[in-house]
Structures are given as structure tokens and as C-alpha cells.
């Protein structure tokens, strides 16, 4: 069985290029939430589809990718960002776990994570769609 950190590892860049972009029903929607300023760990960010968008929308965004070229991407993509910070880490381990190997000014406080794709890789049993 493939390790699922390397799932799209060959597709990173089609997964960039054709994946398509949150509503930005659900970004006003977050936003709720999430009120401005705010830091926002965006948990298996990929290529960073909902990085950007948050980004776009005023957030720092601490992106946590294991996929080395889905990360790569990303990097690629939001260099430009001044509130963009990539880390490499899994959605299985803590806050204190993934940023203790980082640096950013000090203390870095997430104050809210993302996790919206989480539940669509899960067993299709238990309603989770397999790709």
C-alpha cells in the first residue's frame, strides 16, 4: 500500500493547475469564524488551493504539507506572500510538535486550524470518498 503522504507526489503540478477553488460562499462564510487579523494553520494544505484564497483575504497562513512536491508547489506559487509560511508536518501531529522545528519570531500562535479535505480520504466505508 502507498504511503498516502506521497499520493500525488507524480501530479503535484496538474493537481495545481485543474483542482478548483473553494466557493467564496464558504471563505465569507469562514470569515465568521475566523475574524481578521488572525493565524490560520491550514492542515494537508497541498498546493496551496485554500492557502492562497485565505491569504487573499488578509490571514497569515502557516501551510502544513508532508508531500514534498505538493509543498514544493505551493512554495512556488505563494513565495510572493509575506504571510505564508510553509512547514513540513502531517495532520496527525500537534501544533507543538510541527512548529517546535520552526523559528518565526519567537512564539507562533495558530489560532485556527483547516481541515477540510480531511474527512473526504477516509475509508469509503465509513463515507469517505477513495480517488
Given at each position: 500500500m502507498q504511503d498516502p503522504t506521497r499520493r500525488f507526489s507524480d501530479r503535484a503540478s496538474y493537481y495545481a493547475k485543474f483542482r478548483p477553488t473553494y466557493p467564496e460562499e464558504l471563505l465569507a462564510y469562514l470569515r465568521g469564524f475566523f475574524p481578521l487579523p488572525a493565524v490560520v494553520a491550514d492542515i494537508g494544505s497541498g498546493t496551496g488551493i485554500l492557502t492562497r484564497q485565505l491569504l487573499d483575504h488578509g490571514y497569515i497562513v502557516y501551510a502544513v504539507e508532508p508531500n514534498e512536491p505538493m509543498r514544493a508547489e505551493a512554495e512556488r506559487a505563494l513565495k510572493t506572500y509575506s504571510g505564508f509560511h510553509s512547514v513540513i508536518g502531517r495532520a496527525e501531529a500537534t501544533a507543538e510538535q510541527i512548529f517546535a522545528k520552526y523559528e518565526y519570531d519567537g512564539k507562533v500562535t495558530v489560532e485556527y486550524e483547516t481541515k477540510?479535505?480531511?474527512?473526504?480520504?477516509?475509508?469509503?466505508e465509513e463515507g469517505g470518498r477513495r480517488n
Open positions: 477540510l479535505y480531511l474527512g473526504r480520504w477516509g475509508k469509503k
